[in-house]
């Protein structure tokens, strides 16, 4: 309704409803008056009392028209309509606001999130490199810590030697001076004695004289004496015959008597340690005897009434290796069951991988009597080594179950007949092994264990039917040996309660698998010691709790002695492998000098 009030936009629709036409100003001349008064204002928004004027008369025209309230609730239905659709514009505005704000509020929760991203991401970096320099810097320590003890050892060693040294030449400065006086002490003495023999020799001689006549005259009488007697007795024996037969009788029966029970006890005491005792080269022996039964009665009994393990308990080795020793304890059982031949087996490898305890495992699991024996025990026994041996295979062959000979490090006395390499006793003691395992036996079974097979004497080599190649164990070997010996020696200790021993809250799984991946190299036996080291660290504590520090602790020592131990053993090897070349040569250039021909005194080299 704009219009009404002099205003010049129409109402929506651009249209005035019938009826409704405001009248024009009086006069002709008034409409072009204020047209030209329109132009000359700028302003839209400008006071005109001719509008009031036709808003009045508009308004007289509307009261009188039928269509008055038609056209007043039309124009409020126009108002609000644009209300509402002013409202739903300002609701579509708020709306629009509160998405803006939630996407705002969206974008900040996402930078916030990418940020404590990011944070967390440079603080694990952070974590790791503090990590890494920790760990150099405590390799660093270990590292000055080995050098340290090498420069005290070393300064040990010279001042050992020094000492030596100087308490040598003190030695032999004190036994010059003690020569020195003995011999002037013995020349002093001998110079009395000399002027008292000159002084006296007259009388000397006399005396000398005078005792060679009393015993001359003795024995000549003792003579005559036993003369006569033997003399008298024999004719007195010739003259009566039954004292002769009775003389020679009563000897014979005598001498029959001697070498009788002589050779009798020999028998009997061979027969008795044969079948009651062990040889003397046998060091252990799960073969039942009289005289340990007498002994230990309670443990033989359990010994009989045990029954017989898997061949592999408590042996953790190669998946491939652990199914070919099942396959040979098999056969070793049948073959038992049957009265079979044993074959002989060689057993090689770094030692600690399991050679021994297989070796009676496999003796248990078949029925058979195990016996081991060193070869380390042959050498000293010198001319005696060979009767040994012969003992040895005599005692395995009386045995009804069977016997499993183990000799380990069978090398010692097993290498090759050299001469410059074994002695004439050792070579005889191996030529009696090697004819008592010429051939195939059912009584006993040959396993072999070395750590360098290639020093075999080649017979050796021809006698042994299998040989199986021991090896460290891989990673997940060591896995497996960490948590055995762990769950052994620390676990069962701890949850039991029997004594003080108690462990630390820790990731026992994820230390397992930690150390199993650090201890690369190590053989068995020396992972179970790490396992009763941990042990031993936990009953020296104060408390008695083993923590993750000091099994730490524990793994470094044995990493270090591992590494001293290659160490040596590198020096070992080189020092075998010079000693060998240096021995070849002399051999070599001894075989290369010829017999000197005749009439010359040089010997001439064989080309």
């Excluded at 409803?17 to 700028?42: E, V």
């Excluded at 003259?239 to 009997?268: F, N």
């Excluded at 056969?331 to 009676?360: E, V």
Aim: proline share 3%.
């Amino acid at each position: 309704m704009s219009w009404l009030f002099g205003y010049n936009n129409a109402p929506s629709g651009g249209q005035i409803p019938p009826g409704m036409i405001p009248p024009g100003p009086p006069g002709g001349g008034g409409d072009g008056g204020d047209k030209d008064k329109g132009k000359s204002r700028s302003d839209a928004y400008s006071f005109d009392s001719a509008a009031l004027e036709r808003a009045a008369k508009a308004a007289q025209t509307l009261e009188r028209s039928p269509h008055a309230k038609d056209a007043l609730q039309l124009s409020k239905a126009q108002e609000l309509t644009l209300q509402l659709e002013h409202q739903g514009k300002i609701k579509e505005t708020e709306a629009h606001i509160e998405q803006l704000k939630m996407e705002q509020a969206r974008v900040m929760q996402e930078e916030k999130r990418k940020t404590l991203q990011e944070e967390t991401k440079q603080n694990q970096q952070r974590s790791q490199y503090q990590d890494q320099l920790a760990r150099k810097r405590y390799e660093d320590q270990l590292a000055q810590q080995a050098r340290l003890n090498e420069e005290n050892l070393k300064k040990q060693e010279e001042s050992i030697q020094k000492q030596e040294q100087m308490k040598r030449s003190t030695m032999d400065y004190q036994a010059e001076l003690n020569h020195k006086n003995d011999m002037k002490r013995i020349e002093a003495e001998l110079r009395g004695k000399a002027q008292v023999e000159r002084e006296n020799a007259d009388l000397i001689r006399e005396k000398i004289r005078l005792k060679a006549q009393e015993n001359r005259q003795t024995r000549l009488e003792s003579i005559k004496t036993a003369g006569a007697v033997l003399g008298e007795g024999f004719r007195a024996l010739i003259s009566d015959w039954d004292k002769v037969t009775a003389t020679v009788a009563g000897l014979t029966m005598a001498a029959a008597g001697i070498y009788g029970s002589k050779y009798g006890i020999g028998v009997a005491a061979r027969y008795t340690e044969a079948r009651l005792g062990k040889p003397s080269l046998v060091r252990e022996t799960s073969r039942i005897t009289v005289l340990e039964t007498l002994k230990h009665p309670i443990q033989i009994g359990k010994k009989l009434f045990k029954k017989n393990e898997e061949v592999l308990t408590g042996i953790i080795l190669k998946p491939t290796l652990e199914e070919r020793l099942r396959d040979i304890a098999i056969a070793t059982r049948h073959t038992k069951k049957n009265s079979g031949f044993y074959r002989n087996l060689l057993m090689y490898g770094p030692p600690g991988t399991g050679k021994t305890m297989f070796a009676k495992n496999l003796a248990r699991h078949s029925g058979m009597d195990y016996a081991i024996m060193t070869g380390g025990d042959v050498a000293p026994m010198g001319k005696e080594g060979v009767s040994a041996m012969h003992k040895v295979f005599d005692w395995a062959q009386t045995s009804r179950k069977g016997v499993l000979l183990f000799v380990d490090e069978a090398d010692a006395f097993l290498r090759k007949r050299n001469r410059e390499l074994i002695s004439e006793d050792m070579r005889a003691t191996l030529n009696a092994f090697l004819y008592r395992t010429g051939e195939q036996s059912n009584k006993f079974m040959l396993v072999l264990a070395s750590n360098t097979p290639e020093q075999f004497d080649w017979a050796i080599n021809d006698r042994l039917d299998e040989m199986v190649e021991f090896i460290l164990p891989d990673r997940e070997e060591r896995q497996r040996l960490v948590r055995h010996y762990f769950d052994k020696y620390v676990l069962q200790p701890a949850f039991e309660g029997k004594g003080r021993m108690k462990i630390a809250e820790f990731d026992y799984d994820l230390k397992c698998t930690e150390i199993a991946d650090r201890i690369e190299g190590l053989s068995g036996r020396e992972i179970s010691k790490l396992g009763v080291a941990w042990q031993a660290s936990a009953y020296a504590s104060e408390t008695g709790i083993l923590t993750e520090e000091m099994i730490d602790e524990k793994v470094n020592d044995s990493l270090i002695a591992h590494s001293k131990k290659v160490v040596w053993q590198e020096d070992q090897t080189l020092y075998s492998y010079d000693t060998v070349n240096q021995t070849h040569n002399m051999s070599k250039k001894g075989a290369s000098m010829a017999i000197p021909k005749s009439g010359s005194s040089a010997p001439e080299t064989a080309t």
